[in-house]
């Protein structure tokens, strides 16, 4: 077991020791006092502080790199305190050189710097850097220091070390700092784990039995920690071992009663501040679009998904419906694209009796008398004719429609949620889409980000997907190995998550049942298309995908283009227009 995974206290709650691996999901952030830190690079817009004991013990190799980064001249002698902001040339950097009496001072830098408040003292042998409501203090008998910080607060901060000045370059210009555990601190002055750790940790592991095990989230990942008593040590230790989903997946080789314990818990709810519509991922997109469902399911407002094909538009709107005032209604999905041209005012709207030729005796109610109450997606919408768009504009502004062959006006009292995989906005520029119309919808636009966006999300997906496919398909419940994963995200997925399902839904038939192997992971003739040696654009990348999936359409629908278009799910005019761009002989259209 890595010790990177274990915590280990005292038998009354006081910290000895914790792996760096959890640092981030079982530590509070924005600690008065930080005494760990986690291995990481800077990255672009981190705000960095150096702090030199005496500008003349840097190299000159070093002083060059600090120079550049800085992008200022440094001062040859005494102490000198850097402040800027990583790879952000439009933030003029902080330069201070302190004269000899300038250093007896107690403190030597108060300021405020790119938006964060920095105080800089010396009370004593020690440095003691101040910012918002945190503190770190290092001694500089190294000869540098260095703290790295954002809005979060301190993110890593340097340790006395002979010759720090040379690391201090090193991290500045890209190398990677290692993490660092204050022991002294920690055996100067007792810590105790509920002024340190997450409530959410600490109240699950309350009054935990001795050799016991929980199942619990932190940060939207489910961990299972288990306690472990050791009697013989004086005072005894308790050893707490945390592995999340991964650890866990990582150890297994068959199922087992850990794993069990996760696939049942709940993973569509109480995740970053309640319900997550199907979205896992805590970045700040992902909380920024749960914000807006949330806010937008609560009201009667027209909501507009956008985004790529496959990334859960449908699903979306079917948890927007179920999250609303409407969710005692019905919910009726319409695939704009999926309705013939001639009927699909009929299929909306609905007819009356001897409408036209074949009209059912009595009439036939539409999909928005279906939907009354209740909510109705339409989903493609830019597929609707023009000639149908300015009847849909007077019901979504007046409430108001007629029949096919009615007299009568009707009342609508429906929810409307639209979706495209189109820009709207170039739809009216090319008045293929109307504008009035794109006003009326977009009211509360959402744009869902596509899977190879989310990356870090993939696991969560799939845990989530993983148990249902396994139970449409009868098969017995599986685990997904670390290999697997990996191979899974390296891969670019333009077939977002429909694509994803399609490939679970392959690999479980294609393991042995328990595991799901590297090997069971079939993704076809793009296995690996990011990996290419050759340099190739993104474009240049989704069109070679786009083409050979148009191809294999084609060959599988025995060469008919539309039950291809069906297939993909996109509209015959979209695939028309993609085989004659891939000079695929689809240019004339194909009559029904």
């Known amino acids: 077991m890595s010790k990177k995974k274990m915590i280990i206290t005292t038998e009354d709650n006081q910290l000895l020791y914790m792996g760096e691996?959890?640092?981030?999901?079982?530590?509070?952030?924005?600690?008065?006092?930080?005494?760990?830190?986690?291995?990481?690079?800077?990255?672009?817009?981190?705000?960095?502080?150096?702090?030199?004991?005496?500008?003349?013990?840097?190299?000159?190799?070093?002083?060059?790199?600090?120079?550049?980064?800085?992008?200022?001249?440094?001062?040859?002698?005494?102490?000198l305190i850097v402040a800027g902001v990583y790879e952000d040339d439009s933030v003029h950097s902080l330069i201070k050189s302190m004269t000899e009496e300038a250093a007896k001072q107690d403190v030597w830098l108060e300021t405020v710097f790119h938006g964060c408040y920095l105080k800089l003292m010396r009370p004593g042998e020690d440095a003691v850097l101040q910012t918002d409501s945190q503190e770190v203090k290092a001694s500089l008998e190294g000869g540098a220091a260095l703290a790295i910080l954002n809005e979060s607060g301190f993110l890593y901060f340097t340790v006395a070390e002979n010759g720090t000045e040379h690391r201090v370059t090193e991290i500045l210009t890209g190398a990677e700092f290692e993490g660092f555990w204050d022991e002294e601190r920690i055996h100067a002055q007792p810590v105790r784990i509920e002024d340190v750790l997450t409530e959410e940790f600490v109240s699950a592991t309350t009054g935990m039995e001795e050799d016991g095990s929980s199942i619990i989230r932190l940060g939207g990942i489910l961990y299972h920690v288990q306690r472990l008593t050791f009697s013989s040590a004086t005072p005894r230790r308790v050893l707490w071992i945390v592995r999340n989903e991964f650890d866990v997946l990582g150890e297994l080789s068959s199922h087992s009663e850990v794993y069990d314990m996760i696939t049942k818990a709940d993973s569509r709810k109480e995740l970053s501040g309640g319900y997550t519509f199907g979205l896992w991922g805590n970045d700040p997109k992902i909380n920024r679009i749960r914000f807006l469902l949330q806010k937008g399911a609560s009201t009667n407002t027209t909501i507009l998904l956008t985004g790529e094909s496959g990334t859960g538009k449908s699903f979306l709107a079917r948890e927007i419906h179920k999250c609303s005032k409407r969710e005692k209604g019905t919910f009726v999905s319409v695939n704009c694209a999926a309705i013939p041209y001639n009927l699909i005012e009929s299929e909306l709207f609905g007819y009356e009796e001897g409408a036209f030729t074949g009209a059912r005796k009595g009439g036939k109610a539409g999909y928005f008398e279906i939907a009354e109450g209740g909510t109705l997606f339409l989903d493609e919408i830019t597929e609707m004719p023009l000639s149908l768009q300015g009847k849909l504009l007077e019901v979504i502004q007046n409430k108001t429609y007629f029949r096919v062959g009615g007299v009568k006006k009707k009342t609508a009292d429906v929810r409307i949620i639209a979706a495209t995989n189109k820009d709207l906005k170039t739809q009216v520029r090319e008045h293929k889409f109307r504008e009035d119309l794109y006003y009326r919808i977009n009211v509360f636009p959402v744009e869902i980000p596509p899977l190879r966006e989310r990356i870090d999300s993939l696991y969560n997906i799939i845990a989530d997907l993983l148990p249902e496919i396994c139970e449409r398909l009868g098969v017995p419940q599986q685990v997904i190995s670390q290999r697997a994963m990996e191979k899974m995200k390296n891969y670019g997925w333009p077939g977002n998550i429909r694509e994803l399902e399609n490939v679970i839904e392959k690999a479980c038939i294609l393991s042995d049942g328990k595991v799901i192997l590297p090997e069971d992971v079939d993704l076809g003739k793009n296995d690996g298309i990011l990996l290419d040696d050759d340099v190739r654009t993104l474009k240049e990348l989704r069109d070679d995908f786009e083409k050979k999936v148009l191809e294999d359409a084609l060959k599988r629908c025995g060469g008919s283009r539309l039950q291809a278009a069906a297939r993909l799910d996109i509209s015959k005019t979209s695939l028309f227009e993609k085989l004659k761009k891939y000079g695929l002989g689809g240019g004339e259209k194909e009559e029904v």
């Open 21 to 79: 691996h959890l640092y981030s999901s079982v530590m509070k952030h924005r600690l008065s006092r930080p005494f760990c830190y986690a291995s990481g690079k800077i990255k672009r817009g981190d705000i960095f502080v150096a702090l030199f004991s005496d500008a003349a013990r840097i190299t000159a190799d070093d002083r060059k790199l600090l120079e550049n980064v800085c992008g200022e001249r440094l001062s040859r002698t005494g102490p």
